[in-house]
């Protein structure tokens, strides 16, 4: 049997953050994951941006227009299954009513503090892992087809200046100075102040070798083995043998409701499906950037697999079979953007990410339980909020002053 002071269940990036945070604190930590490595779910499949410059989060679109084209899936960001609506309608009203403006506002400065400090925390770990060569600090490009969605997006340029955020907004000639082989923008704004990796999966794996080699322990098990111990205790089965901790922290990411209902605990935790597939550039193509396609929903990344392209949200069961219609309809549009070339992948990868309807991630102690904490919930900020949610959750859990009002994350505003 092992013992710990901390048993970690997940091994994403926000996982395995907390489990470095707590490990800096002294704890001694236990980080469980089915897949036995970092960074093989959520965290594997994303755009790999540490985005500094989200101050506003996704909010639920209000154009009357737009609503009926989602209603009939039209939009290439967005997709839902017909059998998901009545267990996701709740949810999406509850999601609709907290993008409200006031309430909106209320999440937005919430969210501040964790984007605020998201990239300081990340470097500390980047350099402490010594894999300073995947961060790439130039920012990523939003990209639009039209004047009136280009005009849109200076403006909410022009409210993230207020921030301090350094923007560069940028005609037709300036992106193409920036993205030469880009074809089709009318311009694009550059948020400079976010920084992106090309292997976010290999990044979370690089953040699990430190813990280790700072005698971190990683086992290989399933979160369904755990049990509350007659002294207070939970165990977990591993591979490596039944481990035994004090506390434990629930990082499961979508699958942290297999735990949190066992519990008997009812957090309105949703998912959105995603998907991505890599492709060679044509022709000595090269993409510098991360770009999102603002009026088309999709990202082009750049990773050491090829150009990325990673879809926006499907509403869907989390586990029922993978539906990449947001690939076969963004794919022949992206062709036309920049010139990719053949698919290197043999199917699109599918992950899921875990949402709450105000926005925020739940990052706190358990209401009814003395020994549970809870970090999960980051909707599409999951691999940007991990290091920074890590660091507050330790800081609550060893009684250090935290660097921010904890009170905005705590399970219990549910």
Known sequence: MHSADVAILGAGMVGVSAALHLQARGRDVVLIDRHGAAGLETSFGNAGLIERASMFPYLFPRDPKKLVLYALNLLPEAHYHLSALPGVAPWLWRYFKESAPDRAAKSSAALRPLIQRCLIEHEALIEAAGVGDLLRKTGWIKLYRSAKTMEAGAADARRLREFGLNIDTLDADALAAREPHLIGAVGGVHYLDAASVDDPSRLAQAYAELFKRRGGRFFTG?????????????????????????????????????????????????????????????????????????????????????????????????????????????EPIARKLFPLGERLDTKPWMGCRPCLPDMLPIVGKAPRHERIWFDFGHQHHGFTLGPVCGRLLAEVMTGETPFTDPAPYRPDRF
Do not use: C
Not at 240 to 260: K, Y
């Open 222 to 330: 399933d979160a369904h083995s755990l049990q509350e111990a007659a002294d207070g205790r939970w165990s977990v089965d591993t591979h490596e043998g039944h481990v035994n901790a004090r506390d434990l922290v629930v990082s499961l990411g979508p699958w942290s409701d297999l735990i949190f209902r066992e519990l008997g605990y009812d957090f309105p935790l949703a998912f959105k499906r995603g998907y991505h597939m890599h492709y060679a550039p044509r022709a000595g193509a090269v993409l510098a950037h991360p770009v999102l396609d603002a009026d088309n929903g999709y990202v082009l990344a750049p990773m050491t697999r090829g150009i990325r392209l990673t879809t926006g949200a499907e509403f869907a069961r989390r586990d029922t079979p993978p539906t990449p219609v947001q690939i076969e309809q963004t």
